[in-house]
């Protein structure tokens, strides 16, 4: 079973930046990898994903806000947030597949408010 464990998330000031780390419990070597967020009465939509070779993409609400990356040697992905708005607020989640499930973590929380 592979587990994958959120870090990271809590209160923040519009403008400013958090980091999300996703710590998994097996090597992340080649594997796709990506983050995805939950804001109340929504559904869970992607953010950001890197592929295997390291080819990213991001929603076009993060694009030039965001950037995700990943350790190979830590098996941890990140997500670094700036110039986070208040209508980032939402439970954020990182994903892997794995053939042939997908992995889900428990999800962090952010919120952006003054």
């Known amino acids: 079973q592979v587990q994958l464990v959120e870090s990271g998330g809590g209160l923040v000031q519009p403008g400013g930046s958090l980091r999300l780390s996703c710590t998994v419990s097996r090597t992340i070597l080649g594997f796709d990898m990506g983050w995805y967020r939950q804001a109340p009465g929504k559904e869970r939509a992607l953010v950001a994903h890197?592929?295997?070779?390291?080819?990213?993409k991001y929603a076009d609400s993060v694009q030039g806000r965001f950037t995700i990356s990943r350790d190979s040697t830590k098996n941890t992905l990140y997500l670094q947030m700036s110039d986070l708005k208040p209508e980032d607020t939402a439970v954020y989640y990182c994903?892997?597949?794995?053939?042939?499930?997908?992995?889900w973590g428990q999800g962090t929380q952010v919120t952006v408010s003054s």
């Open positions: 994903t892997t597949y794995i053939p042939i499930q997908r992995y």
């Open positions: 890197i592929s295997g070779g390291g080819t990213t």
